[in-house]
């Protein structure tokens, strides 16, 4: 028998990163050491205390059965108290929190709550690729939002013709930014609470990157503009915040009626998050935060390691106000792939092309801050003996 894949796979983009990985198998061959600046995971392990509270909860068979599909009531009541502390914003966590496994997880089901086939979801590119795909299993169609340095990362909102106005549900945005790590002005923030009202978008706000900031400069939630309830959801994660990607933690928050909807999307896909896991997330978001400005500052040095590097280097880019990234152009004449592929074949080191994360990326690559300072400036020195 013949295993035919559905419509909605075989339309899957191309996957982008195949020369390169077959680039760096050969490369590992020759006997390089690589180092990898490509994959946004943190390096550093989750906090002892947290690690601790889920090998108690382990053993409590109260968290053996199913978990309640919105998450506990704890752990959602934990989220809204630190919305309260941290941001200011003040959630119902009967309502307007659900738990999510990783806010990926939200992002990808939400288009199938609000998305008809033919309906119009605006994505950012450069983007977390989940946006479009979510968008695409959902039967919508995408419509780039092209995020440039001219503008800040941010998206012209009044370039959006009426036409698709009229066609689009929903906006993702995402700020911090992944992979620009642009972040949002108040302004933009409450430009796009306008635009979503004016025309009937909700925007689902992708927050994975507040707390990794520098210069003690904390970026905004999307929910602290006046009206953003109104009109947006917000997905938040403990992934980059506790260097917990591993754990499958995440929530929705916002809008009472839209965190409702994927709520029900996801009552009948999925069955909640292990009630262990929540117990842990608890002691992250109720735990001693030191370790979290602690982590600030590692990133910190890392990043002015980084750019003082680029900047010597010749290298055009904004210096990072947020995020584990650095989004940098590619030398003159090269395109994403090129440099990445020279850089690596000659050095062994990996970086991300910037057209991994759409069209409007070309001419990009991105530096993950999530190596040590040593293997980092061993990366940088590596990549400064190359020329072009
Ligand atoms: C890492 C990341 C996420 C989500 O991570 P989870 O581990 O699924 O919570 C979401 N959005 C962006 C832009 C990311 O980089």
Redesign the pocket.
């Known amino acids: 028998m013949k295993i035919e894949q559905a419509d909605r796979l075989k339309a899957l983009p191309p996957y982008l990163f195949a020369e390169l990985d077959r680039m760096k198998a050969e490369v590992a061959a020759r006997g390089i050491d690589i180092i990898s600046l490509g994959v946004?995971d943190p390096d550093l392990p989750t906090l002892p205390n947290i690690v601790a509270r889920l090998k108690t909860a382990v053993d409590n068979p109260v968290h053996h059965r199913y978990p309640s599909y919105e998450g506990m009531p704890s752990f959602r009541q934990a989220v809204a108290q630190w919305y309260g502390e941290r941001f200011g914003v003040t959630l119902d966590p009967g309502h307007e929190v659900v738990s999510l496994i990783?806010?990926?997880?939200g992002?990808a089901h939400a288009p199938l709550a609000f998305i008809n086939p033919g309906d119009v979801v605006l994505c950012p590119d450069p983007g977390?690729p989940v946006y479009t795909i979510g968008t695409m299993f959902a039967g919508g169609e995408a419509y780039i939002m092209p995020l440039s340095e001219e503008n800040n990362f941010l998206p012209d909102l009044s370039a959006i013709p009426m036409d698709i106005l009229d066609r689009a549900k929903i906006m993702f945005l995402?700020y911090p930014n992944?992979p620009t790590s642009a972040v949002a002005t108040r302004e933009f923030f409450e430009e796009a609470v306008a635009f979503a009202t004016r025309n009937n978008i909700l925007v689902c706000h992708?927050a994975?990157?507040t707390e990794v900031y520098y210069d003690d400069e904390p970026p905004m939630s999307f929910l602290q503009m006046p009206g953003a309830r109104e009109v947006g959801i917000e997905?938040h994660?403990l992934?980059?915040t506790y260097n917990m990607?591993g754990w499958?933690i995440?929530w929705v928050c916002g809008n009472r009626e839209a965190v409702n909807a994927l709520g029900k999307i996801k009552t009948n896909i999925d069955s909640g998050i292990f009630q262990a896991v929540q117990e842990a997330g608890i002691e992250a978001l109720q735990g001693d935060q030191q370790p979290v400005d602690d982590l600030r500052g590692i990133y910190q040095s890392r990043r002015d390691l980084a750019c003082g590097f680029l900047s010597k280097a010749g290298f055009s880019f904004m210096a990072p106000k947020a995020t584990f990234y650095v989004w940098v152009r590619t030398p003159e004449g090269l395109s994403s792939a090129q440099f990445a592929g020279r850089i690596l074949t000659e050095t062994g080191v990996v970086l991300t092309p910037g057209n991994g994360f759409g069209a409007h990326g070309e001419g990009y690559f991105r530096i993950s801050l999530t190596v040590s300072e040593e293997r980092l400036q061993e990366a940088l020195e590596r990549i400064g003996t190359v020329s072009w």
């Open positions: 946004g990783g806010s990926k997880e992002i977390y995402n992944n992708d994975a990157y997905f994660s992934s980059k990607t499958r995440g």
